[in-house]
């Protein structure tokens, strides 16, 4: 199925805890986001990749890391778990297409990860 | 970063009765996309629109980019409109977007 594939889907940490949360897309998009939903509330930028080979970091980078391992994929690390990372984790890629002469930015986002930090 | 408020923050509708969410930022935009969060978590782009009206089926859209609003029309509601509704614009380059907090709909039988 084309789209963005997150794993794992659930995850539960002891605190200072490491790992990493993958994801992938197959819609050839060249720009991928990792984003975090706290209850109540909307979606927060974590890193983004505008491109293969550039990361950037967005509203609330600390305590994680990113790796663009290729066009295709585009990996979230938490290196030592906080509870207040506690959340639930959407990676999102997008690309310029051409519609209609209009062009595209739309998102297409993965299902999630939820993870719980103790 | 730039500010973005979403009216009402929730609302319940019976099946069949048409509604409208606003969206206002504080800051001009290049990108502006609506979502649809599911009661299940799954996140859905309902339309790209940084400026003017569009359309899809019963969902409408309208972006006045000069007056820094959004608008999104919901017509003849169904109980699989129940879910978050979310305003995303985007300022700058790599096609980020900042969300506000959502409007949470329920449609009722």
């Known amino acids: 199925n084309a789209g963005v594939t997150q794993t794992p889907k659930f995850q539960v940490l002891k605190t200072g805890q490491s790992m990493t949360l993958q994801c992938a897309q197959d819609m050839n998009h060249n720009s991928m986001y990792w984003y975090r939903q706290d209850p109540g509330m909307g979606l927060r930028l974590i890193y983004y990749s505008a491109s293969e080979g550039t990361t950037d970091k967005g509203e609330v980078p600390n305590g994680y890391n990113v790796s663009r391992l290729n066009k295709r994929e585009f990996s979230l690390r938490l290196e030592s778990a906080a509870p207040s990372q506690t959340s639930v984790y959407f990676c999102?890629?997008?690309?310029?297409?051409?519609?209609?002469?209009?062009?595209?930015?739309?998102?297409?986002f993965g299902s999630g990860t939820r993870l719980t930090v103790v | 970063g730039i500010q973005v408020e979403q009216s009402p923050p929730d609302l319940i509708l019976q099946e069949g009765a048409n509604s409208t969410l606003r969206c206002n930022f504080s800051?001009?935009?290049?990108?502006l996309q609506w979502f649809h969060q599911n009661p299940w978590g799954q996140l859905i782009n309902l339309f790209y629109i940084p400026s003017g009206t569009k359309q899809n089926g019963r969902l409408s859209a309208t972006t006045v980019a000069t007056e820094r609003y959004s608008l999104l029309y919901i017509s003849s509601s169904q109980t699989t409109d129940s879910g978050v509704y979310f305003c995303?614009?985007?300022?700058?380059?790599?096609?980020?977007?900042?969300f506000g907090t959502g409007t949470q709909l329920k449609v009722e039988l």
């Open positions: 995303a614009p985007g300022t700058g380059g790599g096609n980020k977007l900042t």
């Open positions: 800051d001009s935009v290049n990108n």
């Open positions: 999102a890629s997008s690309e310029r297409s051409v519609q209609g002469g209009f062009r595209n930015y739309g998102y297409t």
